[in-house]
C-alpha cells in the first residue's frame, strides 16, 4: 500500500504525472506535424501520421521489456531509465535530418515513455484491486486529461515563438521535473517477498499464465479495438481541423474541447464505477460508441463532411462514451493477474497497442478529403468489441451455472 506519508491525491497526482508525459509527447506536436514532416523531408501530409502511429509502436513494445524488470527489481529503477533514454530519444529528434531519423527517434520515444506509462499502472495494481482500481485509474486519467487540452496549444505557443526543436525541449524539462518528483515523494510500492526473478523464462511462464486468464484477454482484445480506432483521430485530427474544415488557428482549441468530453466522462466514471460497476459501464459505453457512429453514417455516408458544428458534436458524443471506456477496460484486463502486475500491464498493453497502429494506419489511409471513413472505422471496431464483449457475457453465463 501507498505509504501514509504520501496522500492519495498526491499519489493519483503522480501517477497521472507519469502517464502524461507521453500524451505530452503526442499532442504537442499535433499542432507543427506538417511543419516537422517538411522540416526533415516530407511533404506528405498522411505520412506524416506515421510520427503518431509509430510513437505507439514503441509505446506498446517497451513495456515487454519494462514489465518484467519492475516484477524484479522494483518500479521505481524502471522509471528512472525510461526518463534517460526518452532524453536520449527527444535529443535524436531535434538532431533528425531525415523523415527516417525523425521516426526512429519518435519510435525510441515511444519505447522510453512505456516505463513511466506500464510502471504507474503496475503500481496502482500492487496497491488496490477491483473497482477501487478502476475508481483510481479513472482519476488518474482526469488527471492525465489535463495534458491533452493544453497541450496542442502549448505546443502550438512554443512553436510560434522558438520554432518546433523548442517542443522536443519542453518534453525533456517536464520528464526531469516528475522524475524529481517520483524520486523523492513516492514509496516503492512492490515488496521485495513479492519480486520474481529476472530471467527468460519467467516472462514467457508470465505470457503463458496470461493467456490463460480468459477476462484479461478478452479486454485486452476490446482495449485494442477501441484504441485503434481512436488512434485514428489522435493520427489524423490535425489534417481534419486545419486541412480539411480550414481551421487551423482554433486547432488547439477544438482538440482541447474534445478532450474535456472524454475528461468529464472519466471524472463521472470515478463516482459510477462503485455504484454500478466496471461492466455494466463498459458494455452500456460499448453499445453507446456503436450507435453514435451508426447514426453519423446513415446521416452522411452519401454527402461530404457536414457543417463543422455537426461533426464536432459527434466527435464529442463519441469521445464521450470512450472516456467511460479506457479506464475501465484496462482495469478489467488487469485485475485477474495483480500477482504479476508488470508483467500483465506489459503484455496485455503490447497487444492493446500492435492492435491498434494497423488498426489506425489502414482507417488513416483513407481520411484525406471525408470524416466518414473515420466513424466506419469506429461502428467497425466497436461491433467486433460488442461481439467480444457478448462472448464474454456468455462465458460468465455459463459458469455461473456450473
Given at each position: 500500500?501507498?505509504?501514509?506519508?504520501?496522500?492519495?491525491?498526491?499519489?493519483?497526482?503522480?501517477?497521472?504525472?507519469?502517464?502524461?508525459?507521453?500524451?505530452?509527447?503526442?499532442?504537442?506536436?499535433?499542432?507543427?506535424?506538417?511543419?516537422?514532416?517538411?522540416?526533415?523531408?516530407?511533404?506528405?501530409?498522411?505520412?506524416?501520421?506515421?510520427?503518431?502511429?509509430?510513437?505507439?509502436?514503441?509505446?506498446?513494445?517497451?513495456?515487454?521489456?519494462?514489465?518484467?524488470?519492475?516484477?524484479?527489481?522494483?518500479?521505481?529503477?524502471?522509471?528512472?531509465?525510461?526518463?534517460?533514454?526518452?532524453?536520449?530519444?527527444?535529443?535524436?529528434?531535434?538532431?533528425?535530418?531525415?523523415?527516417?531519423?525523425?521516426?526512429?527517434?519518435?519510435?525510441?520515444?515511444?519505447?522510453?515513455?512505456?516505463?513511466?506509462?506500464?510502471?504507474?499502472?503496475?503500481?496502482?495494481?500492487?496497491?488496490?484491486?477491483?473497482?477501487?482500481?478502476?475508481?483510481?485509474?479513472?482519476?488518474?486519467?482526469?488527471?492525465?486529461?489535463?495534458?491533452?487540452?493544453?497541450?496542442?496549444?502549448?505546443?502550438?505557443?512554443?512553436?510560434?515563438?522558438?520554432?518546433?526543436?523548442?517542443?522536443?525541449?519542453?518534453?525533456?524539462?517536464?520528464?526531469?521535473?516528475?522524475?524529481?518528483?517520483?524520486?523523492?515523494?513516492?514509496?516503492?510500492?512492490?515488496?521485495?517477498?513479492?519480486?520474481?526473478?529476472?530471467?527468460?523464462?519467467?516472462?514467457?511462464?508470465?505470457?503463458?499464465?496470461?493467456?490463460?486468464?480468459?477476462?484479461?484477454?478478452?479486454?485486452?482484445?476490446?482495449?485494442?479495438?477501441?484504441?485503434?480506432?481512436?488512434?485514428?483521430?489522435?493520427?489524423?485530427?490535425?489534417?481534419?481541423?486545419?486541412e480539411q474544415y480550414e481551421l487551423k488557428e482554433a486547432?488547439?482549441?477544438?482538440?482541447?474541447?474534445?478532450?474535456?468530453?472524454?475528461?468529464?466522462?472519466?471524472?463521472?466514471?470515478?463516482?459510477?464505477?462503485?455504484?454500478?460497476?466496471?461492466?455494466?459501464?463498459?458494455?452500456?459505453?460499448?453499445?453507446?460508441?456503436?450507435?453514435?457512429?451508426?447514426?453519423?453514417?446513415?446521416?452522411?455516408?452519401?454527402?461530404?463532411?457536414?457543417?463543422?458544428?455537426?461533426?464536432?458534436?459527434?466527435?464529442?458524443?463519441?469521445?464521450?462514451?470512450?472516456?467511460?471506456?479506457?479506464?475501465?477496460?484496462?482495469?478489467?484486463?488487469?485485475?485477474?493477474?495483480?500477482?504479476?502486475?508488470?508483467?500483465?500491464?506489459?503484455?496485455?498493453?503490447?497487444?492493446?497497442?500492435?492492435?491498434?497502429?494497423?488498426?489506425?494506419?489502414?482507417?488513416?489511409?483513407?481520411?484525406?478529403?471525408?470524416?466518414?471513413?473515420?466513424?466506419?472505422?469506429?461502428?467497425?471496431?466497436?461491433?467486433?468489441?460488442?461481439?467480444?464483449?457478448?462472448?464474454?457475457?456468455?462465458?460468465?453465463?455459463?459458469?455461473?451455472?456450473?
Open positions: 500500500m501507498v505509504k501514509s506519508s504520501q496522500s492519495q491525491l498526491e499519489f493519483v497526482a503522480l501517477m497521472a504525472a507519469l502517464m502524461s508525459i507521453a500524451a505530452l509527447a503526442l499532442d504537442a506536436l499535433l499542432p507543427a506535424l506538417d511543419v516537422i514532416g517538411r522540416a526533415v523531408g516530407n511533404n506528405d501530409p498522411i505520412r506524416n501520421q506515421l510520427l503518431i502511429t509509430l510513437f505507439f509502436l514503441g509505446l506498446g513494445s517497451g513495456p515487454l521489456l519494462f514489465g518484467p524488470i519492475s516484477d524484479s527489481i522494483g518500479r521505481k529503477p524502471v522509471v528512472y531509465w525510461g526518463f534517460a533514454l526518452f532524453i536520449l530519444a527527444s535529443y535524436l529528434c531535434v538532431a533528425a535530418q531525415s523523415f527516417e531519423m525523425m521516426v526512429a527517434g519518435r519510435i525510441l520515444q515511444g519505447v522510453a515513455l512505456a516505463a513511466p506509462r506500464t510502471i504507474g499502472i503496475a503500481m496502482i495494481r500492487d496497491c488496490y484491486d477491483g473497482d477501487y482500481m478502476a475508481r483510481i485509474i479513472s482519476f488518474v486519467t482526469v488527471v492525465f486529461i489535463l495534458v491533452p487540452i493544453i497541450a496542442p496549444a502549448l505546443g502550438k505557443a512554443i512553436f510560434d515563438v522558438y520554432g518546433w526543436e523548442a517542443i522536443f525541449h519542453l518534453q525533456v524539462i517536464f520528464a526531469v521535473l516528475v522524475s524529481i518528483w517520483f524520486w523523492r515523494r513516492q514509496p516503492e510500492t512492490l515488496e521485495i517477498r513479492k519480486r520474481t526473478t529476472f530471467r527468460f523464462g519467467v516472462f514467457i511462464h508470465g505470457y503463458k499464465e496470461l493467456l490463460g486468464y480468459r477476462q484479461t484477454m478478452l479486454f485486452t482484445l476490446i482495449w485494442g479495438f477501441i484504441t485503434g480506432s481512436f488512434l485514428v483521430y489522435l493520427s489524423t485530427a490535425q489534417q481534419i481541423f486545419q486547432f488547439p482549441y477544438i482538440f482541447a474541447a474534445l478532450a474535456l468530453t472524454i475528461g468529464a466522462a472519466t471524472l463521472l466514471n470515478g463516482t459510477l464505477v462503485i455504484r454500478f460497476g466496471m461492466l455494466r459501464i463498459v458494455t452500456v459505453a460499448l453499445v453507446a460508441f456503436v450507435l453514435i457512429s451508426l447514426l453519423y453514417i446513415i446521416l452522411f455516408s452519401n454527402s461530404g463532411n457536414p457543417s463543422f458544428p455537426i461533426a464536432l458534436s459527434f466527435f464529442a458524443l463519441q469521445f464521450f462514451a470512450v472516456g467511460f471506456l479506457f479506464g475501465n477496460l484496462r482495469a478489467l484486463a488487469m485485475e485477474p493477474v495483480g500477482h504479476i502486475a508488470g508483467i500483465g500491464a506489459a503484455i496485455s498493453g503490447f497487444i492493446a497497442t500492435i492492435m491498434g497502429v494497423p488498426i489506425s494506419a489502414f482507417i488513416g489511409s483513407f481520411i484525406s478529403q471525408s470524416v466518414l471513413p473515420m466513424f466506419i472505422g469506429f461502428l467497425v471496431c466497436g461491433l467486433i468489441s460488442v461481439a467480444i464483449l457478448g462472448y464474454y457475457h456468455k462465458g460468465k453465463g455459463i459458469q455461473s451455472r456450473v
